[in-house]
């Protein structure tokens, strides 16, 4: 069955960086666009970025644009999200979501940027 499981959350400082990773299973995974979607305490559910099948085209949020970068390794079914520049606002369970013939959300992880 399909899986994605994200990773690579925690504690960190304003300013500082975290990687996450999503592990993608269960479906041809060079074959599909994937998402990241971040939901802060008390808010909804926020599209962060995608990333092409082959990685050739990206796209983000306004609110991420030029701190956070996606890439996607087709070999080891990862697609991966680099947060720099940290601010307490980008406190959130950050989420890979990928659509196939229906929705499919990862459980999460929880990045917190506090000092």
């Known amino acids: 069955q399909v899986q994605l499981v994200e990773s690579g959350g925690g504690l960190v400082q304003p300013g500082g960086s975290l990687r996450l990773s999503c592990l993608a299973s269960?479906?041809?995974?060079?074959?599909?666009?994937m998402n990241w979607y971040r939901q802060a305490p008390g808010k909804q559910r926020e599209w962060v970025g995608f990333?092409?099948?082959?990685?050739?085209?990206?796209n983000y949020s306004d609110s991420v644009k030029g701190r956070f970068t996606i890439s996607r390794d087709n070999a080891k079914n990862t697609v991966y999200l680099q947060l720099n520049s940290l601010k307490p606002e980008d406190t959130a369970v950050y989420y890979c979501?990928?659509?196939?013939?229906?929705?499919?959300w990862g459980l999460g992880t929880q990045v917190t940027v506090s000092s």
């Open positions: 979501k990928v659509i196939l013939s229906q929705v499919y």
């Open positions: 990333i092409t099948s082959a990685g050739g085209s990206i």
């Open positions: 269960g479906f041809p995974f060079s074959e599909y666009g």
